[in-house]
Nanobody
């Protein structure tokens, strides 16, 4: 069983930057794609960013393209989401997720393991 633990959330003002981290258990971390998703109150969980097994492919939601960067460190079994120019629309619970496949995708249903989430709140 894979465990994913997110950290780095909090309350920031609009325009600020923040980095989220996700630590994964399991020896096969380097074989699988990872993703970040978020869920705002009253809304469905939505795709933010994903990265393939070796990091060669990175996908982003249009709403975060150019502001967020996903990267991974396979030696440390960690994935990161670096967020800049944050706005109130970025507020939500951010979840780290893992596929049982090396290819990155944008679909919630493709991801098998999920963390508990970390709250990001951006004030205007």
């Amino acid at each position: 069983q894979v465990q994913l633990v997110e950290s780095g959330g909090g309350l920031v003002q609009a325009g600020a930057s923040m980095r989220l981290s996700c630590a994964a258990s399991g020896r096969a971390f380097n074989l699988y794609a990872m993703g970040w998703f978020r869920q705002a109150p009253g809304k469905d969980r939505e795709f933010v960013a994903s990265i393939s097994m070796a990091g060669g492919t990175r996908l982003y939601a249009d709403s975060v393209k150019g502001r967020f960067t996903i990267r991974r460190d396979n030696d440390k079994r960690m994935v990161f989401l670096e967020m800049t120019s944050l706005g109130p629309e970025d507020t939500g619970v951010y979840y780290c997720a893992q596929r049982k496949d090396p290819l990155a995708t944008k679909f919630v249903a493709d991801y098998i393991f999920w963390g508990q989430g970390t709250q990001v709140t951006v004030s205007s």
